[in-house]
């Protein structure tokens, strides 16, 4: 009697687990807005924990992102550029 009451509960465990996979797969609408919002928003936690997960594997990694992070923020070679190119003539003087 006791084995079948496990095999029960196991199938009822099954049934609930398809029944969730297939009620969390069904398409929603989203509005244009909230597709943008989404999409600009921070990374998830998941992608967050992966790159932690990656910077202690690959430590090249790291130093990778914090160079990316400079890079938007203005920085290059240690050194903020302005917006700027600069003028004909200028990197010359420089060099002499």
Known sequence: ?????GLGFIALLIICGLWGLS???KPYEVTTEEFEKRA???PSLLSAGMSG???LLD???GKAAE???D???GYYNGEQES???????EAEKEEV
């Open 59 to 61: 430590p090249a990694t």
């Open 53 to 55: 997960l990656q910077k």
């Open 71 to 73: 890079f938007k923020q």
């Open 40 to 42: 600009h928003e921070a």
């Open 67 to 69: 160079v990316q992070e």
């Open 1 to 5: 009697m006791g084995d079948w009451i």
């Open 23 to 25: 009620h969390v797969s």
């Open 83 to 89: 917006g700027d190119g600069p003028e004909a003539g």
